[in-house]
């Protein structure tokens, strides 16, 4: 037998083993295993109305669920058996019935609520389901873009951010702004850059009437929800146009924008700095670029908590492989930090930076020229 190896034919310097670590690790994994299935069970519950129905009805058996929802029993029992298994719902052995708990209830039903959660459960099963084409990409080095992915993607994003929006843009964000609000009350002009399906557009438009929008996105299909989702409320100081974020038009009347408005865009982009440029060149000397972007600090260990992880498993698969995809590559990621964003803006021609709000999954910055 070799001196290097013991008995069992491992090296002698290799590390002793704690089973206890490793056993607690597997189960931890298993644990995740479960997570991951369950992203797919919420969206499930999302589109079937489960979650909708419980928070209806209050306890309530399986048969009961699949009566009241139109759908097959055994689907009904075993979703409410691993959602108990989750604790996302309670289950009572004594009557057999599960209940949604109303902070759950909360959370998985209230669109409005910035604790809504289904949104992003689905723009987080959209991603996953384009795994094998960033296994790809990332051997070739090539991107995968924004437009290549899954419709969950798209429609979980609106879904995910609109809530945070509609709780803070118009009350805590515009007024942390220096000057912004008198503009947008007086009347102003502004830009809505990567818009996606509209909403943070949408919002501004209606709390500011006297203000003209404009929102654009290079996803054409987004656009076109963008349109419709106007329509449907009744906004006519807004339009939307196709164009990338290097090229999006100018202010109408040949005016300059008094705001241009991202919202968690920009580390999306190929060239963000070539997006800075196309603001500094449209935007009013005294105008505000309004940067809202993931919430994340400058340094690795700054972002090792359950909301960096997320971002940097949406970073992995679908924020980088969309910036790979495009001209320039810049792949800022999710998780770039401010110091980047103020290397991105300085190099785009503006002076003044400054971080004016924040909340648990987003930080608003404020760049002037």
């Given at each position: ?40 069970l919420v969206v499930m519950g999302d589109k079937l109305g489960y979650y909708r129905d ?316």
């Open positions: 037998m070799s001196t290097t190896e013991t008995a069992a034919g491992t090296s002698a310097d290799a590390p002793a083993i704690d089973t206890d670590k490793l056993m607690a690790f597997v189960f931890r994994a298993v644990d995740e295993v479960g997570a991951t299935l369950n992203a797919a419980l928070a209806a009805h209050g306890p309530t058996t399986p048969a009961q669920l699949a009566e009241r929802t139109q759908t097959a029993e055994p689907y009904a029992r075993e979703w409410l058996n691993a959602q108990a298994a989750g604790s996302y719902v309670a289950y009572d052995p004594t009557t057999k019935r599960y209940t949604l708990p109303p902070e759950h209830a909360l959370a998985m039903t209230d669109a409005d609520s910035p604790a809504f959660l289904p949104g992003f459960f689905q723009i987080a099963l959209g991603t996953v389901h384009g795994t094998q084409h960033i296994v790809d990409a990332a051997r070739s080095g090539a991107g995968y873009g924004w437009h290549q992915h899954d419709t969950d993607v798209h429609v979980g994003c609106e879904r995910f951010f609109r809530p945070s929006y509609h709780a803070n843009l118009v009350d805590a964000w515009i007024p942390a702004l220096e000057g912004v609000q008198h503009k947008l009350e007086a009347g102003a002009l502004v830009a809505d850059v990567g818009c996606g399906h509209g909403a943070s557009t949408i919002l501004l438009a209606k709390a500011f009437p006297n203000s003209t929008f404009v929102g654009s996105d290079y996803h054409a299909e987004s656009i076109e929800t963008a349109r419709a989702r106007a329509t449907e409320a009744g906004v006519g100081n807004v339009r939307f146009e196709v164009a990338s974020a290097q090229e999006f038009g100018a202010a109408p009347g040949g005016r300059r924008y008094d705001l241009v408005a991202m919202f968690d865009c920009l580390h999306d982009m190929g060239d963000p700095v070539g997006a800075a440029r196309r603001v500094r060149e449209v935007i009013a000397e005294d105008g505000t670029w309004m940067i809202v972007e993931p919430m994340a600090g400058d340094h690795v260990e700054d972002n090792l908590n359950p909301v960096g992880r997320a971002y940097y498993g949406f970073s992995t698969l679908l924020c980088t492989p969309s910036s790979l995809s495009q001209e320039v590559g810049l792949a800022l990621g999710t998780q770039a930090g401010p110091a980047r964003i103020r290397d991105v803006t300085a190099a785009g021609g503006f002076t003044r930076f400054r971080s004016v709000a924040e909340t648990p999954f987003n930080r608003v910055i404020e760049a002037r020229p």
